[in-house]
């Protein structure tokens, strides 16, 4: 039987939604029923509960701390592999919150077209406490940089 994941909510629905730790079969089923297909675990220590159909891919991140832009692009890649095959991302470190919060920022960066501010004021309108610590904010500005320039190349 399907549960939902603690925390879960869609980012934007049918393409991308976040989580806390999915680590119940139950939790795996309930995003495959939803129309994802891919997992991205940002803590190495937590990887969710394995599923058929589901691909799990961890990008270790550091808890409290913001991703690399390598990690984000690496997220990005996978976005961009799911996208194209019309399936759903789902993001998840252990709380859904912080790590969590500055992939789903620079996704609505990428592919909404948002403002670093702008993108970080709908993460956390849709999941509270989300982006917790200013490297945090700052490497989801840093993001928008490098994405504007490689935009306009």
């Known amino acids: 039987m399907a549960a939902q994941p603690y925390n879960f909510s869609w ?26 297909r891919y997992v991205v675990c940002l803590s190495d220590d937590l990887p969710p509960a394995p599923y058929p159909d589901l691909h799990i ?15 984000i ?23 859904g919150r912080g790590r969590t919060g ?11 077209g948002q403002v670093p501010q702008q993108a970080i004021s709908n993460v956390r309108f849709k999941r509270p406490y989300s982006i ?11 993001y928008y940089d490098h994405w504007t320039k490689v935009r306009t190349v």
Request: charged share 25%; net charge negative; hydrophobic share 40%.
């Open 11 to 36: 980012m934007v629905p049918g393409e991308i939604c976040a989580c806390a730790r999915p680590d119940r079969r139950a939790h795996a089923q309930f995003l495959r029923d939803a129309g994802v």
């Open 57 to 71: 891919q961890t990008i270790p991140v550091e808890e409290f701390e913001p991703p690399t832009l390598d990690q």
């Open 73 to 95: 692009h690496e997220f990005i890649g996978i976005c961009e592999l799911a996208r194209a095959r019309q399936v759903a991302v789902c993001v998840h470190c252990r709380m």
């Open 102 to 112: 500055v992939m789903l920022a620079c996704y609505l960066i990428r592919y909404q």
């Open 132 to 142: 917790e610590t200013w490297e945090q904010e700052f490497v989801v500005k840093d």
